[in-house]
């Protein structure tokens, strides 16, 4: 989503004829787009903003995005040569404040769309979440969850489309829990909308809440191809005491009905997960409950996250750093195990390629792959493709 946002922004003040520069020397605005999901993230974009006292004078410097919604304009006081701190809740006003600075008027703006020439694009239908994990930060740096209008969502992508996009990826913190209240549109119903755009040949969604699905979906799942075949399904943990202590909603056997679910409907399907390691009062038991989920479910891609507390006066950890290490590699290990296994099992079978480049696409469910000896292969198009071999976590095959 911050990536999403990030491309928004540079579209926008490209579209007015400035030039995008690779260093921050060179630069007259800088904009610091931040994420605070994790202290890691969080203070790296510090240390990038400490980075530029030395070059800081007559430059515009945007501190903006999550990390700027939690710390707010006190920011200042340490970084006094920050010209603008815009939180994620008023992301917005960016672009009001833009036109201000830079003296742009509304009537010189051009198509925005006209700059994107990607094969694959994101978009954004909601901001914000109204679910309450207990060890994320989100709600209280992008606030409840606010659905962009239906019509916007299905017109922004038309324009897309007409531009090359042919594989869409619909963003949102629990993204199929979608529905405009005006129009009463649900998530069912914007990939029935975007599934008519004959351009689009892939919809992607990320990331989904396991609460949210139901046979509604499972049935549109099942009939409608245009549907990627990979879902990225959170679990965080295999543990139902450590489920419950997360506010996650469900337990491990309603996680593993919905997968079963989604591979009914097509066995073919590619299930990613993030799994949080170390939470608080995880005990050994606990881990190896996750560690038997992973060897049951069989990901065919996790990421491995070691705990990293948000708040201060609650869910602290509880084990040692030494222990934290020890279980994220031990988790890992298996995780590349069963990954490398998965990825085999598609030597022999058919899939279904869209091509990014020359001869390098992702498969309609979620794999890098490289064509052999392909010839006159367009971009945008999808063409069947039998694998041959696996070579550094990317199938090969040729197309059929």
């Not at 993030?274 to 608080?280: A, E, F, K």
């Not at 060897?295 to 996250?305: D, G, Q």
């Not at 298996?334 to 085999?344: D, G, P, R």
Request: charged share 30%.
């Amino acid at each position: 989503m911050n990536e999403d946002d990030s491309n928004s922004i540079k579209n926008f003040l490209l579209s007015y004829g400035l030039k995008e520069e690779e260093s921050e020397k060179n630069s007259d605005i800088i904009i610091i787009n931040t994420c605070t999901v994790r202290q890691h993230a969080e203070d790296k974009a510090l240390s990038f903003l400490g980075s530029l006292k030395k070059i800081s004078t007559n430059k515009k410097i945007f501190f903006i995005g999550c990390a700027a919604e939690r710390l707010g304009e006190k920011i200042k006081n340490k970084f006094p040569y920050i010209s603008y701190v815009i939180g994620a809740k008023s992301y917005q006003k960016i672009y009001e404040i833009l036109r201000n600075e830079l003296y742009l008027s509304d009537h010189l703006i051009q198509n925005t769309f006209s700059l994107n020439s990607k094969i694959s694009d994101y978009q954004t239908i909601s901001r914000g979440c109204n679910m309450k994990c207990s060890y994320c930060i989100v709600p209280d740096v992008r606030g409840m969850e606010l659905p962009v209008p239906f019509e916007k969502i299905i017109g922004d992508i038309k324009k897309k489309a007409k531009n090359g996009v042919r594989e869409i990826i619909l963003l949102g913190q629990t993204v199929n829990s979608y529905i405009d209240k005006q129009s009463s549109k649900k998530f069912i119903d914007l990939l029935k909308e975007i599934s008519k755009i004959d351009e689009i040949k892939i919809i992607r969604f990320l990331s989904p809440h396991p609460v949210f699905f139901n046979d509604e979906f499972f049935e549109e799942y099942k009939k409608n191809h245009k549907i990627s075949r990979w879902i990225h399904l959170p679990l965080q943990s295999g543990s139902d005491k450590i489920l419950k202590k997360m506010r996650r909603g469900y337990t491990i056997e309603k996680f593993k009905k919905v997968v079963d679910e989604l591979r009914r409907s097509d066995p073919t399907t590619s299930i990613t997960t993030d799994i949080i390691v170390g939470y608080t009062d995880e005990t050994e038991e606990d881990f190896n409950l996750t560690l038997a989920a992973i060897r049951e479910i069989k990901f065919s891609m996790v990421y491995c996250f070691k705990y990293s507390p948000r708040f201060k006066d609650k869910d602290q950890l509880t084990i040692t750093n030494k222990e934290l290490e020890k279980r994220h590699q031990v988790l890992l290990n298996e995780v590349k195990k069963i990954a490398k296994e998965l990825m085999y099992e598609r030597i022999g079978k058919t899939e279904e390629v869209l091509i990014y480049s020359k001869n390098k696409g992702i498969t309609i469910s979620g794999y890098n792959c490289c064509i052999i000896d392909c010839k006159n292969m367009k971009e945008g198009d999808i063409y069947k493709v039998k694998i041959e071999n696996v070579k550094n976590n990317t199938l090969y095959g040729r197309a059929i």
